[in-house]
């Protein structure tokens, strides 16, 4: 599967539930100060809480939690006003990147009911719930099982589900249906502010100046005119909301191609037994695997924990893996890898296990020398060293194409035992024998001297020694790629030196005489054994 998320298009058959946290926050804060569970229990007698940032050289209020909004307090007002106006004000510095980490975490928690989540602005989702809303008693019980947990965890949520997301989005904000049939589209937007299409603020200032300030104004207007005096976007969002135009949602994180889950009516904390029910959904998992002939290589552990958050463990297979046992397995060096990190708190709820990336697997019969693949083997090695150090752990040569010697080869993560078999050294390829055993990553100056400008060189200081040289062979011409812009690299002439004890280097000038350079510079690349 590609890295980057697929788009999901709405058609008439989907349904969206928008989810918008009015004090995202406020609740954030109350969350770390008084508890998860704090709106179920009430809130403590505190003082309204305010969020403010400097904004054109002054504090201003950017975030507010309900008490604030009651005393009349608005946002974009000054800090020092809202501190005239309710002298016990609590202002806090607000922390954009704390709200986008807690907004992403209950992103993860909405994993629960869709894998096709969306992040709306810096106070919303979007779930794309098209197919799966049965398995919750229908769209109504699904709002009300969203809206409960949330309330539980703490979080003030309002909820709609459309057929488009512009409607989820405008009657979330500004009306109070919860769940939107595919033909009720304009009766609910007729009464909402034209503020609720999405617009940008000053498009919709200045509808409401000329006295459109209801969507229902916009759908008794003539079309031509509205596009001509406001633009084509105005328009564009009106037919997204009552879902005449298709509005592409991409979802935060790759959707899984095969996924299997346990819902638990008692939290589970032990980690063998969460070992034991990976292995049973490893099963399923290559149930479906084995249908479309394919094998996972890249399989994701969900640990939904009671209290909302979710920990992700991913496990990379070296080879196409539809065995059980072996997924299993993955996961069992990573737990054990990790374990002072999963922190089983109150329980898990909910475990998935999801396969993000898979390819063909081609099924092979075993013959009867009893000899096993040879890379099934290494693959066992690489997947459990992997799965307990890291992916990063074990390194591969590779090569690359480039005619400069430093740029031709070097290391990088081993991921695929198949082409590491496949590779030139396994193989039986031959190095080139004119190559030294070492090359150096950074050619290395030197002083040396020429009987003639573009000969070998007769003697040559290098590393504080001096070494005369006894016999020598070339020049092997070596240049840069043409095609690479940016970089300055002269033409080498390459020698192979023997010194009069025996020893070889590998040796390069630098430039060509009047051609390139006016003067030579000499540097080692390589010694031979």
């Known amino acids: 599967m590609s890295a980057e998320a697929p788009l999901f298009r709405q058609t008439t058959r989907q349904r969206i539930l928008a989810i918008h946290f009015p004090h995202l926050p406020a609740d954030r804060v109350a969350r770390s100060r008084w ?24 504090m201003r209020l950017v975030a507010l939690d309900t008490l604030a909004e ?41 994993d629960r009911y869709t894998p096709l989540v969306a992040l709306d602005g810096k106070d919303g989702l979007f779930l794309d719930i098209t197919g799966c809303a049965h398995l919750f008693g229908g769209e109504k019980a699904l709002v009300s099982d969203v809206l409960s947990r949330l309330f539980a965890l703490g979080v003030e949520a309002r909820a709609t589900i459309s057929s488009s997301a512009g409607l989820s989005w405008a009657a979330s904000r500004h009306g109070h249906d919860a769940v939107i049939g595919p033909e009720e589209a ?12 999405r617009l940008p603020a ?7 100046r000329v006295g459109l300030r209801e969507i229902s104004d916009l759908l008794k207007a003539p079309r031509a005119p509205l596009a001509r005096r406001f633009g084509a976007q105005l328009l564009l969002r009106l037919d997204q909301a009552r879902g005449r135009v298709d509005e592409p949602l ?54 939904f924990r009671v209290d909302g958050r979710v920990f992700r463990v991913q496990a990379h297979a070296a080879v196409a893996l539809n065995d059980a046992g072996r997924i299993a397995a993955l996961f069992r ?28 697997l081609d099924p092979a ?19 459990k060293v992997s799965a307990r150090f890291g992916p990063d752990c074990l390194m591969q040569a590779r090569f690359a194409e480039s005619h400069l010697p430093e740029r031709a080869g070097g290391f990088a993560p081993l991921r695929d035992v198949a082409a590491l078999l496949d590779a030139p050294g396994l193989k ?6 004119n190559r030294p055993l070492r090359i150096f990553a950074h050619p290395e100056p030197v002083e040396a001297t020429a009987e003639v400008p573009e000969g070998p060189p007769r003697s040559f200081n290098w590393r504080k020694t001096r070494y005369r040289v006894a016999r020598a062979e070339g020049p092997e011409r070596i240049a840069a790629e043409w095609w690479i812009d940016g970089e300055d690299h002269p033409t080498r002439d390459y020698f192979r030196v023997e010194d009069q004890e025996g020893r070889r280097f590998w040796l390069f000038r630098e430039g060509l005489y009047e051609r390139e350079v006016s003067s030579a510079r000499w540097f080692m690349h390589g010694v031979f054994a």
């Open 202 to 208: 000053e498009t919709a200032a200045a509808l409401e």
């Open 250 to 303: 991409s979802p935060r994180l790759p959707v899984p191609s095969f996924s299997a889950e346990r819902r638990f009516a008692e939290p589970l904390q032990d980690e063998a037994y969460i070992l034991e029910l990976t292995r049973h959904l490893a099963k399923d998992v290559r149930a479906s695997l084995e249908r479309q002939g394919e094998g996972g290589r890249l399989f994701e552990l969900l640990l």
């Open 365 to 383: 019969q075993q013959d009867f020398s009893g000899v096993p693949d040879e890379s099934q083997p290494l693959a066992a090695f690489v997947d």
């Open 35 to 58: 508890g998860a569970s704090w709106l179920s229990r009430g809130r403590p007698d505190h003082p309204p809480v305010v969020f403010a940032a400097k904004i054109d050289n002054a």
């Open 70 to 110: 009651r005393i009349g307090l608005k946002r974009g007002q000054g800090a020092a006003e809202a501190r005239a106006m309710c002298p016990a004000l609590d202002v806090i510095a607000a922390d954009p990147a704390a709200d986008q980490a807690f907004l992403e975490g209950l992103a993860d928690w909405c």
């Open 333 to 360: 060096e990573r737990l054990q890898a990790i374990h002072d990190d999963l922190d089983a708190g109150y329980g898990f709820e909910i475990l998935r296990l999801a396969v993000l990336r898979s390819e063909r």
């Open 428 to 433: 039986g390829g031959v190095f080139p024998e």
């Open 186 to 197: 304009d009766r609910i937007l007729a009464p909402l502010p034209v503020a609720a299409l």
